[in-house]
């Protein structure tokens, strides 16, 4: 079935991917109107979401974020898809990076985590390892459908990168330290935890929640470097990026220093424009079960 999935869905992807720019973004357009307007997806998640999080905004503020959202995140999941047929070069003018030589003139030292938000289009963020020759390392979610996690897996390594799952990150890290290999690891850190496994609870965007601290913990225990990744869209179909020191030295930062610098960062950037951040996730569905220890 999983086989009979792919066969179906990939040639529909594949002519996608290949529409010239201009078609391709009213074909995003059309799909806006199906999501937001026909079927209205998680919509309600997104108006609960932008509500508890911007209290002081009116109805109207919240709407128009709503609508806008909507439709970067149509533009942004087609953009995944043209991912499959995008060059180097194509790829390098439609996402660039301001300051790669923060990230290259550290990584001469040490290897680096890399960590950003569900902003803007977090998909491409993997196409920075163009501009590096060591390697590049990008955590992710495993698809279940496992020809579409190859396929994936293959596009990827075509910007010179390579996927791991969380469940392969620490060992993979630890191994490359000690082999000297000096790598980046992309990481996206602002998914919600269980709770049951919410080892720190702090404020994000003004409410309590479980953050994940994965990265600060590798950072301190390996003393590994870690960077903010801050991406703009400029406009339809572009992207600017830029790198934000955390720590050059994980193992000299306090506890919760580097998860605190990251969500504060996130936060800035969500209120700059709250329109580009990934509002159909229950991010805070966990604020009213804020254990004792916390409160």
């Not at 191994?175 to 850190?189: F, L, P, R």
């Not at 406009?235 to 720590?247: D, H, L, N, V």
């Amino acid at each position: 079935m999983q086989f009979l999935v792919f066969i179906l869905t990939y040639p529909l992807l594949w002519i996608i991917s290949k529409l010239p720019y201009k078609v391709f973004y009213l074909f995003s357009d059309v799909v806006y109107v199906i999501i937001y307007r026909i079927f209205g997806y998680r919509k309600k998640v997104v108006r609960a979401n932008l509500t508890l999080v911007f209290p002081k905004k009116t109805e109207i503020e919240i709407k128009s974020i709503e609508k806008n959202f909507y439709k970067h995140m149509c533009d942004m999941f087609l953009e995944m898809v043209k991912t499959m047929n995008l060059s180097k070069e194509e790829v390098k003018k439609r996402y660039h990076v301001t300051n790669m030589d923060v990230l290259t003139n550290i990584l001469k030292d040490k290897s680096i985590i890399v960590v950003c938000a569900h902003y803007a289009n977090w998909e491409w963020n993997v196409s920075m390892n163009n501009y590096i020759n060591d390697k590049g390392y990008a955590v992710y979610q495993k698809i279940s459908n496992r020809y579409f996690d190859a396929w994936i897996t293959k596009t990827r390594a075509r910007w010179n990168t390579t996927l791991i799952t969380q469940a392969e990150t620490v060992k993979t890290v630890i191994s490359n330290t000690k082999k000297n290999i000096k790598s980046v690891y992309g990481m996206v850190s602002d998914q919600s935890p269980m709770v049951h496994k919410g080892q720190y609870w702090t404020e994000f965007m003004d409410i309590k929640v479980p953050i994940f601290n994965g990265a600060e913990a590798l950072a301190k225990k390996l003393d590994l470097a870690v960077i903010f990744l801050k991406v703009s869209k400029t406009k339809r179909g572009y992207y600017s990026a830029e790198f934000i020191p955390i720590t050059k030295n994980g193992k000299e930062t306090e506890k919760n220093e580097i998860t605190n610098q990251f969500l504060r960062l996130t936060e800035q950037q969500i209120k700059e424009k709250p329109e580009h951040y990934l509002w159909t996730h229950r991010r805070w569905k966990h604020r009213n079960r804020v254990p004792k220890e916390f409160l």
